[in-house]
């Protein structure tokens, strides 16, 4: 069973960074395509950015285009997001998530395995 740890989530103000990681255990890590996504309170959980089994290819939501940066290490089992210029739109629970495709997926229901989410808060 795959198993996802999201990490570095927290509280910041308005245009401020955070990076958040996801680290994968118990599967094959390098072989699928990943995705964030996040849930704010009374919404539905939404695609953020996700990127291919190697690296090669991004893909954001227009929302955090030019703020957020999705990469991966596959030697270290790590997922990555980089978001710059946080504003308090962006404040919800983050979840990493692994597909069983190589291919990027925006939909929730193409991610069968995912993380306990980390809440990220930005204060205005």
């Known amino acids: 069973q795959v198993q996802l740890a999201e990490s570095g989530g927290g509280l910041v103000q308005d245009g401020g960074s955070l990076r958040l990681s996801c680290v994968a255990s118990?599967?094959?890590?390098?072989?699928?395509?990943m995705g964030w996504f996040r849930q704010a309170a009374g919404k539905e959980r939404e695609f953020v950015a996700g990127?291919?089994?190697?690296?090669?290819?991004?893909s954001y939501t227009d929302s955090v285009k030019g703020r957020f940066t999705i990469s991966r290490d596959n030697a270290k089992n790590t997922l990555y997001l980089q978001m710059n210029s946080l504003k308090p739109e962006d404040t919800a629970v983050y979840y990493c998530?692994?597909?069983?495709?190589?291919?990027?997926?925006?939909?929730?229901?193409?991610?069968?395995?995912w993380g306990q989410g980390t809440q990220v808060t930005v204060s205005s």
């Open positions: 118990r599967g094959t890590f390098s072989k699928y395509a």
């Open positions: 998530a692994r597909t069983n495709y190589v291919s990027i997926m925006t939909r929730v229901s193409e991610y069968p395995y």
């Open positions: 990127i291919t089994y190697s690296g090669g290819v991004k």
